[in-house]
């Protein structure tokens, strides 16, 4: 593994994602990671003070990088509620689809179970649903479109821990018009 700091340490990551998506947090081990690096041991730590730091950095990395990617392409929308909708959900699932190993890390149970894990994927959960809020056009209070916001993040989450978990090979663009359709109709409804 000869490289610059900077590229070791993306290395070590892409590696570490693969490793922890794979087997779990618990399951994966420093020793683990170096050996599919082959490196020893020593080479992680001069990067990563221990394997909950390096998993830490791999949850706030793939949950920024989810969250970037849809809130962008649901925001560089017109002005239609209808099409910000479907392309905050196409994009989303095109996120999945494209990065099924960082949507496991991010899932998986050791993210759920350990409450330090458990409040980085909620930060971003929450960071999610408030850029997703003002999207929504329905005419409801300020609090109520952040309620909508973390229904449509958790609607989504729900279908894609179905979608990998099962291996389901899945188009995202149809994935997402699909699921952007149903809660479009939901939405759409709001204030009728």
């Excluded at 593994?1 to 994966?28: C, D, W």
């Amino acid at each position: 593994m000869s490289s610059t700091g900077p590229e070791r340490r993306e290395q070590i990551l892409n590696v570490a994602l693969s490793a922890f998506a794979k087997s779990g947090y618990h399951q994966t081990s420093m020793n683990d990671i170096a050996d599919l690096l082959g490196v020893t041991k020593p080479v992680l730590y001069q990067y990563f003070d221990s394997k909950r730091a390096l998993y830490i950095e791999l949850l706030e990395h793939v949950g920024r990088d989810l969250v970037t990617h849809v809130t962008q392409e649901a925001t560089s929308a017109g002005e239609d509620g209808r099409e910000k909708t479907m392309r905050g959900m196409v994009a989303y699932f095109s996120w999945v689809s494209a990065n099924r190993d960082a949507f496991t890390l991010i899932f998986e149970s050791s993210s759920r179970v350990d409450e330090e894990f458990a409040d980085i994927v909620k930060q971003f959960e929450d960071a999610a649903a408030s850029a997703i809020a003002p999207l929504i056009t329905a005419p409801v209070s300020a609090d109520d479109q952040r309620t909508f916001a973390l229904g449509l993040v958790g609607m989504a989450e729900a279908v894609s821990r179905h979608l990998i978990a099962e291996h389901v090979d899945f188009d995202p663009i149809a994935m997402g018009n699909a699921i952007g359709g149903l809660a479009w109709a939901g939405l759409r409804s709001i204030g009728d």
